[in-house]
C-alpha cells in the first residue's frame, strides 16, 4: 500500500529578498509565507525546518500511540517537540540534528516496557527514518 501526500511551495527572487509560499494538499497550510527573513531573520512566517519539526513530531506521537496501543496501553496524552538545528557546514547548511522532547501520560504501563516501547517509537516512524540528523530523544511518563 502507497499512500501519496502533497505538499507545494511556490517561490519568487532571488534568496535574500525573495519570497514563497507554501501549501499543502488538504489546505492545512495555504500559501502560509516563508523565505530567507521567516528562517534566518526571525520574520513570521515559516521556514523548512519549522515543517520539519512539526512533521516529525506528529509522526513520533502518533507511532507511539500506534506502539502503547498494540502492547495494550492508550495514551491518554502525548506531547512532543522537535527541535531542528540547523547549522552551517563545509560552506553550505544541513539540518545536524533534532532533539525531540515527549511528555507521555498513559496507566499502568511499567517504565522498562515503556522505556523499550518509545525509543522504538523514534526510530520506527517513518519521519525519523528518512531524516539523516542525530536524533535525540528525551522524555516523561506520567499516569
Known sequence: MTIHKKGSAHWEGDIKSGKGTVSTESGALKQNPYGFNTRFEGVAGTNPE???GAAHASCFSMALSLMLGEAGHKPVAIDTTADVSLD??????????????SNVKVSGIDKGEFDKIINKAKEGCPVSKLLKADITLDYELSN
Not at 552551517?88 to 522532547?101: M, N, P
Request: no cysteine.
Open 50 to 52: 519549522e515543517l520539519i
Open 88 to 101: 552551517k557546514i563545509d560552506g553550505g547548511f544541513a539540518i545536524t540534528k533534532i532533539a525531540l522532547t
